[in-house]
Each structure stands twice: as structure tokens, then as C-alpha cells.
């Protein structure tokens, strides 16, 4: 039972010592082992939220045949963001509870990008944009892209997740309202940012990394703030500033 017990907790949870401290010692309180245990759970349970955080934003977006008050321009420099943390990732070895979430992301923001330039009349143009997005990516992971190159991405996710998001502010103000933006895909998205702040830091020790997710969510914050501040208009307000 030990020897099944190790083979499932070492290699994704626990290191050698932190097992030997918990399960062998018993040693329940020790702060550096605590610590890891926190970022592997918090990652996971990350990871786990990302792969339907998103669905609620394209659901709202089908269910109601409109994707007005999102920006496609926003969504590209969002994925632009996430693309640089998931190639970065994979390119320094960082263990899959570190971005998992990121290549969840990419799939239903992908999703929500082509429902954007669908639902305005642009089908073919929204085909293209995600073979385009898939090339991109191919030749990025390849030997063809330096590290240098990729370093270079992966520090452009900050100035790319501030423009983003402030293309999504400055849509919502000009509206008046936050359209079809779902507060609990934008919730979600708040939180597991606030959370990786700490994983990144835990599990990677990339300060590029973790200053990227402490930008993300000031960032993410903002467009919180908006949902909260607009929350109580009307149907009515709303197509009165459409």
C-alpha cells in the first residue's frame, strides 16, 4: 500500500522528502512541504476550473446569437498572451500543474474568437483564424524557434493582457453595459489568476512568470470591477447604447 501510495503521490504531488515527512514522520507541519502541497492542490484544482471556464461565456454567446460587447481584437491579444505562458512552458520543462490551465484556455478562447467573427457574418475568416492560430503554434514548439525568440513571447504576454483588457474596458464604457461577457467566466478568470500568482512562484520560481499572472490580474480585476459597476442596468439601457 506505501509502495502505491509513493507511486501516486510523488511524481505529481509530493517530492521524496515531503512524503517522507508527511507519511513516514508524520510530520504534518512542515512549512516548505505545506507549501508545496498548497501549490500542487491549488494547480490542479486550476487546471480542472479551466477546462470549463470558459463554457459559460460560449454558451451565453450561442444562446443568444450575438457576441456584441466583445472585442475580436481583445481576444486575439488574450491569446496572443496565452500562447507566450504555453509555449514558454513547455519549451522550460515547467510541470503541467504550473500552465495546464493554459492550453484550456486557448481551446475555448479559440472557440469564442470564431463565434465572434461567425456570428458577424465573417465564417470563412473565422476558419482561417484558427488554422492560422494552429500553424503559428506548430512552428513555435518546433526546433525552428529559438529560445530567445520565445523568451522575447513570452514577455510580450503583459503588454498584450493590458491592451486586451483595456480594449474590453474601454468597450464596455463606450457601451455602457458588459454585453454578452459572462461574470462567471470573467470571475473564474480573476481568481486562478490571483492563484498562480503563488503556484508560479512555488513551482517554477520564473519571476517573468509570476510577474506576468500579477499583471494578468489587476488586469482581470478591472473587467470585474465593470461587471459589478454595471451590473443593474437595464435590458432597455442596453439598447439604447447599442
Known amino acids: 500500500m506505501e509502495a502505491a501510495a509513493r507511486g501516486l503521490l510523488v511524481p505529481g504531488v509530493l517530492t521524496e522528502r515531503c512524503y517522507d515527512e508527511f507519511f513516514l514522520r508524520l510530520n504534518l507541519l512542515d512549512v516548505l512541504c505545506l507549501k508545496v502541497l498548497l501549490s500542487k492542490v491549488l494547480g490542479i484544482c486550476i487546471i480542472a476550473g479551466s477546462v470549463m471556464v470558459k463554457v459559460p461565456q460560449i454558451v451565453k454567446i450561442v444562446r443568444s446569437g450575438s457576441a456584441e460587447g466583445l472585442s475580436f481584437k481583445s481576444v486575439m491579444l488574450e491569446l496572443l498572451a496565452i500562447t507566450g505562458t504555453m509555449v514558454y512552458s513547455v519549451t522550460r520543462g515547467f510541470p503541467f500543474s504550473a500552465w495546464g490551465e493554459v492550453l484550456f484556455l486557448m481551446i475555448q478562447t479559440l472557440i469564442i474568437g470564431f463565434l465572434i467573427q461567425s456570428l458577424g457574418g465573417r465564417t470563412a475568416g473565422g476558419v ?28 510580450s504576454n503583459m503588454p498584450a493582457a493590458v491592451i486586451s483588457r483595456l480594449i474590453q474596458v474601454m468597450t464596455n464604457y463606450r457601451n455602457g453595459h458588459t454585453g454578452q461577457l459572462s461574470a462567471v467566466t470573467v470571475t473564474l478568470l480573476f481568481l486562478g489568476s490571483l492563484a498562480r500568482i503563488f503556484t508560479s512562484i512555488q513551482e517554477t520560481g520564473d519571476p517573468l512568470m509570476s510577474l506576468t499572472y500579477v499583471v494578468s490580474s489587476a488586469c482581470n480585476g478591472l473587467i470585474a470591477a465593470q461587471l459589478l459597476y454595471y451590473w443593474n442596468v437595464s435590458s432597455a439601457d442596453k439598447m439604447k447604447t447599442s
Do not use: K
Open 128 to 155: 482561417l483564424f484558427i488554422a492560422g492560430y494552429f500553424a503559428l503554434v506548430t512552428v513555435l514548439l518546433s526546433p525552428v524557434t529559438s529560445m530567445a525568440v520565445i523568451t522575447v513571447l513570452q514577455a
